[in-house]
């Protein structure tokens, strides 16, 4: 009896460590995704603030030539937004396609937190780029592999009294634009 008690202990304990294991990529790590490189990243993000706490999904198409088109949704799925950003700023996108600036759409408090990294400069802190900023504190806590690049897997991101958490668990590289 003391042994199945110490088996079933030793099972329970076991079954709740978790071994972490690097995508086997056949070849050299080279480093970042570079600017030039479409592509795109889906996962969840944690937005903790004073007042709120909220977990959204989102999907980061990030287009070399084009723009970034970013869909955000709550944990559910129920409610999404898709935002957009070009040469011209950020923009929310209808379900019409029609664009109306983002600081039409948003509260004061989020925009702010937006504006305060340049659109160009979230794309690249998705990537594991570090920003020369003193309002904003971003850190990798976890790599990945995509083919020969090596790109976030957990980002930790504060700026004044807003945190964002991001796990990504999926990047696809686009080819053809």
Known sequence: MRLW????????VT????????????????GRLPESISWRASGKVLVTSDSNKQT???????SANIADRVVV???LGLRSAVLLHNKNGFFTVDSDNRL?????AMAARHLALLEMITPENWAALLTGTQLESETVVAQVLDWSTLD???VPRQLRIEAND??????????????GE
């Open 5 to 12: 008690l110490l088996a079933s202990l030793l099972i329970a």
């Open 15 to 30: 079954g709740c460590a978790q071994l972490r294991l690097e995508p086997n990529t056949g070849g050299e790590v080279s």
């Open 56 to 62: 959204l999904r989102f999907s980061w198409t990030h």
């Open 73 to 75: 949704s709550d944990s």
């Open 100 to 104: 109306t600036p983002l600081s039409n």
């Open 148 to 150: 020969t690049y090596r």
């Open 162 to 175: 807003d945190l964002l958490r991001v796990v990504i668990n999926k990047w696809e590289v686009i080819n």
